[in-house]
């Protein structure tokens, strides 16, 4: 069974940054897919970013595109979201997800719904 453990949330003013990190238990890490997604208040999880471990193709979600960047250690089992320039709309429970595909970072992220694991959020707070 694959556990995932997000790291690093808390309260941050608005410019500032943050970083995330999803600890993993996966065993064939170049395996596999690995993504951040989002909750905001009242919204739909929205996928955020996502990278392909085998060859580190990633994707962004348009409105974190230029402020977020995804990086996995494969050494580690960890995939980060470094955080920079946060708004208050980044706000929400972010969750890590990672599935055993080999697939353009993109297409695993518009697949959310087929995910096999999940780990538990963590909070991130976004002061103006």
């Known amino acids: 069974e694959v556990q995932l453990q997000a790291f690093g949330g808390g309260l941050v003013q608005a410019g500032g940054s943050l970083t995330l990190a999803c600890v993993t238990s996966?065993?064939?890490?170049?395996?596999?897919?690995i993504g951040w997604f989002r909750r905001a208040p009242g919204k739909d999880r929205e996928e955020i970013s996502c990278?392909?471990?085998?060859?580190?193709?990633?994707y962004y979600n348009d409105a974190v595109k230029g402020r977020f960047t995804i990086s996995s250690d494969t050494g580690e089992k960890t995939v980060y979201l470094q955080m920079n320039n946060v708004k208050p709309e980044d706000t929400g429970v972010y969750y890590c997800?990672?599935?055993?595909?080999?697939?353009?970072?993109?297409?695993?992220?518009?697949?959310?719904?087929?995910?096999?694991?999940w780990g538990k959020g963590t909070q991130v707070t976004v002061s103006s």
């Open positions: 997800a990672a599935k055993a595909v080999i697939i353009r970072a993109g297409a695993f992220c518009r697949s959310a719904n087929l995910i096999h694991y």
């Open positions: 996966i065993f064939s890490f170049d395996d596999y897919a």
């Open positions: 990278i392909s471990s085998r060859d580190a193709n990633v």
